[in-house]
């Protein structure tokens, strides 16, 4: 953000601001706003690490499920998908 603005940009802000709040203020006003930057900071990072959290939360969710599958997989017996298909193969059409 800062990156894009010059030195001649930003001393015109700089004059500008203090014609607007005065020497007095400037100080105040300027820490107000480091203040209030610093906040925004904090809990933006604060919302992208709880995110970053609950994807990982439903990564290891799943991650979980399927090893759930394979304990209880049982090769001898057929699958829901194998016993579609074969009933499809006999009877000609799709059974729901």
Same mark, same amino acid.
């Given at each position: 953000?800062? @990156?894009?603005?010059?030195? $001649? +940009?930003?001393?015109?802000? /700089?004059?500008? &601001? #203090?014609?607007? !709040? @005065?020497?007095?203020?400037? $100080? +105040?006003?300027?820490?107000? /706003?480091?203040? &209030? #930057?610093?906040? !925004?900071?904090?809990?933006?990072?604060?919302?992208?690490?709880?995110?970053?959290?609950?994807?990982?939360?439903?990564?290891?969710?799943?991650?979980?499920?399927?090893?759930?599958?394979?304990?209880?997989?049982?090769?001898?017996?057929?699958?829901?998908?194998?016993?579609?298909?074969?009933?499809?193969?006999?009877?000609?059409?799709?059974?729901?």
């Amino acid at each position: 953000m800062i @990156g894009s603005i010059g030195f $001649p +940009e930003l001393l015109i802000i /700089l004059a500008i &601001a #203090l014609i607007i !709040f @005065g020497p007095k203020k400037l $100080p +105040e006003v300027g820490r107000s /706003l480091g203040r &209030a #930057l610093k906040e !925004f900071r904090k809990t933006s990072d604060e919302i992208r690490e709880r995110i970053e959290e609950e994807i990982e939360m439903d990564d290891v969710k799943e991650i979980k499920r399927d090893l759930e599958d394979i304990k209880n997989f049982d090769p001898l017996k057929p699958s829901k998908t194998a016993k579609k298909e074969s009933s499809e193969n006999e009877e000609g059409k799709k059974v729901t």
